[in-house]
């Protein structure tokens, strides 16, 4: 409800209001651009149009009309006339005279320039007619009809253009009937129109466009090829792809490609694809053509393309060289729905041996399509016009070509012409608990189900049965492990993940787990000590040994680290020595202790054998004489080896003594048996085989 302090505000609108809408239009602007001419046919130009600005809608009506009168107004009275259609009939006007032409409103109110036209002056031909043309060299010719108007020829405009190109090729010269096109493209359509004028008369308007194709030559240049290995060099298949050539290349229909792929044992396949016989070969997209068999062990290609008249050269690249990527240059990508802008710094460590770089743009998605652009070396900048998918990865990677053809891989970066929410993270697990500290692990979002860059992933946790929540942690994209510490024993936590785009986080993945007790470690404590006593134990024990093994065995180190001592109540060499020392008169003629006693060469003395009774070999026990008394005897070094080493329980040579020097000195026939080796046993005879003789 309207209060009385705005009452007087209405009847300002109103009058506002129809002032607006309800009065009369202001006048309507003046004609301009007048123009009339007289269009002819071979027969007759019996017409003169005029043609103005603004032209009047067909819906309402003329608004304007065309007024007209002869020039000469002293010689007979002035007549006015118009028209409402914007034409002056034959009858009207005189074949070679002047009028004076104006456009007016039906009130007179408004009124264009008035123009003074001479009616012969204004005649229009028709178009000139292309009658002939040449592939080879590329001209046309035509003919108008000024000689039939009873006019001559005048000058005439030639434009030509290629096919379904933009902007035309225009001459500047005076033509008259036929014009040729220096150095045309072979094989290459063209499109001509020509316009001309007879004397004196108005320009014609623009011929009907007329075709021609060039006359065709061998292609030039090479194939732009590319081999293309996937998402990771060194674990895909590579596709060999390439495109078609340009009309500037091809100077003609292309036939076929020849490629060639080389493997790495150094064998060849030469493939041919024909460009109009389809085949399980090949697929095209009418932009560029892939071979459909897998080139995983293939070293290097190469691809040409033929038409009737010869073949391009020959386009040879090696496979790209996988690799750790360099850490320069980093490329930077601005992309949307339409387009894709790649861009880079220059490396310092580009030299010249760089010939070219190569742009690739990808989908993460298997079998995909992907494209390429090659620019110079000083180049830091490449474009490309498409359709990007919505929420789709794009992986775009840089690499280099060098002189000798060699192509490396510089760098890649993932695009998206517009993001969205992440999928959530896979396999996350708390992988190991030790005491308060936690490790967990997680995989990455595959590239393929990634709907936007990946910024960072947040770990959240959270205490079981406790509203208060710990600090969210931030993780760099490249960790897939993290490890929570300082946590509160035998406690349960509650531990989330995300990934994070730019369009926001992803649903948080959950996982519970409880942290061990103090006590479970209670129990290890002891077991530790105890193995820690037990190695300090043999650690010391096997240094006393070691320095101390001199004076005394040692029980815990094995037999085997003692020295290697002999034993003297084996040696054979001790009883000769003390057989020798017994006897009489043998120590005054040898020394006492001989350091390397000599070993004598027995004789042998063959004697006639005989009968001796058995019985005298035997005891009454019934034993052998000779066993017996091996038996009875006592071991002389045995019974003198009373002293022993202290280090290693073996008698010593030193300390030895002779058991003969403690009996008689007489030396019984069985002593004497006893003391012999056996050596002497087996080759010497017996002191009874001596007596029985």
Not at 178 to 194: A, D, H, L, N, R
Not at 497 to 526: C, L, M, Q, W
């Amino acid at each position: 409800m309207a209060t009385p302090t705005t009452w007087w505000l209405l009847p300002v609108l109103l009058v506002t209001f129809l002032y607006c809408c309800c009065s009369s239009p202001g006048p309507p602007a003046p004609p301009s651009n007048l123009e009339c001419f007289r269009p002819c046919n071979p027969t007759h130009c019996s017409v003169i149009e005029c043609i103005w600005d603004p032209k009047p809608p067909p819906d309402i009506g003329p608004i304007y009309t065309l007024h007209w009168k002869p020039e000469n107004e002293e010689e007979k009275p002035v007549t006015t006339r118009n028209s409402l259609d914007g034409k002056i009939c034959r009858e009207n006007f005189e074949s070679h005279g002047e009028l004076r032409v104006w456009v007016q409103n039906q009130n007179g109110s408004v009124k264009s320039q008035e123009i003074v036209i001479h009616t012969q002056n204004i005649i229009k031909p028709p178009p000139p007619t292309i009658t002939l043309s040449e592939e080879d060299p590329l001209e046309i010719h035509w003919s108008t009809i000024c000689g039939e108007l009873e006019l001559n020829v005048g000058v005439c405009d030639v434009r030509y253009r290629i096919k379904d190109d933009q902007n035309w090729i225009r001459t500047e010269y005076n033509l008259s009937s036929s014009y040729g096109v220096i150095e045309p493209q072979p094989s290459t359509v063209y499109e001509f129109q020509v316009r001309c004028k007879c004397d004196p008369s108005l320009m014609s308007d623009w011929s009907p466009s007329y075709s021609i194709k060039s006359a065709e030559s061998s292609p030039v240049g090479e194939v732009d090829a590319w081999l293309d290995c996937g998402l990771l060099l060194s674990n895909s298949d590579c596709f060999l792809y390439w495109k078609n050539l340009s009309i500037s290349q091809a100077r003609g229909y292309i036939l076929g490609y020849e490629i060639t792929v080389f493997y790495n044992n150094r064998t060849e396949q030469l493939i041919h694809v024909s460009t109009h016989n389809p085949s399980s070969l090949f697929v095209y997209d009418e932009l560029k053509w892939r071979l459909t068999s897998s080139l995983k062990n293939v070293s290097s290609f190469s691809v040409s393309a033929y038409n009737a008249l010869g073949a391009t050269k020959t386009s040879r690249l090696p496979r790209p060289i996988p690799g750790k990527q360099a850490t320069e240059p980093k490329i930077y990508l601005k992309m949307n729905e339409k387009n894709l802008t790649v861009s880079w710094n220059q490396s310092s460590k580009v030299s010249d041996g760089i010939k070219q770089y190569v742009v690739q743009y990808k989908e993460c998605l298997p079998g995909s399509g992907s494209d390429w652009i090659k620019v110079d070396k000083k180049q830091t900048t490449a474009f490309f016009e498409g359709t990007f998918k919505k929420y789709t990865p794009y992986q775009v990677s840089l690499f280099a070509v060098s002189n000798s053809n060699a192509i490396s891989q510089l760098a890649t970066a993932t695009g998206y012409s517009a993001q969205g929410v992440p999928s959530k993270v896979t396999s996350f697990k708390v992988s190991d608990i030790v005491g308060t500290k936690v490790i967990l692990t997680w995989e990455p979002v595959p590239c393929s189900n990634q709907t936007g860059v990946i910024l960072y992933y947040e770990i959240g946790l959270n205490k079981q049965g406790d509203p208060n929540h710990k600090p969210v942690h931030y993780i760099n994209i490249t960790d897939t492990t993290y490890t929570l510490k300082d946590l509160s024993p035998g406690q349960g936590y509650t531990v989330w993940i995300r990934a994070v785009t730019a369009a926001g986080p992803s649903e948080k993945v959950n996982k519970t787990f409880k942290t061990n007790h103090h006590e479970d470690y209670a129990f290890v404590t002891p077991f530790v000590v105890i193995v820690l006593l037990v190695i300090a134990i043999a650690i010391t024990s096997f240094i006393l040994c070691v320095f101390h093994g001199g004076k005394k065995e040692c029980p815990l180190l094995p037999q085997c680290l003692y020295e290697k001592v002999p034993d003297p109540s084996n040696s054979q060499i001790f009883k000769q020595m003390k057989r020798q020392i017994n006897e009489p008169l043998t120590w005054m003629r040898s020394p006492l202790y001989e350091p390397y006693p000599t070993i004598s060469i027995l004789e042998i003395v063959e004697i006639k054998s005989k009968v001796f009774d058995p019985d005298m070999m035997k005891k009454e026990n019934g034993c052998p004489l000779m066993d017996c008394q091996d038996d009875q005897q006592e071991d002389p070094t045995r019974e003198s080896s009373d002293s022993t080493d202290s280090r290693y329980g073996r008698k010593e040579y030193s300390k030895m003594v002779d058991s003969d020097e403690e009996r008689n000195d007489s030396w019984s026939s069985s002593e004497e048996e006893q003391s012999t080796s056996g050596y002497e046993k087996h080759f010497m005879p017996s002191p009874l085989e001596v007596m029985v003789e």
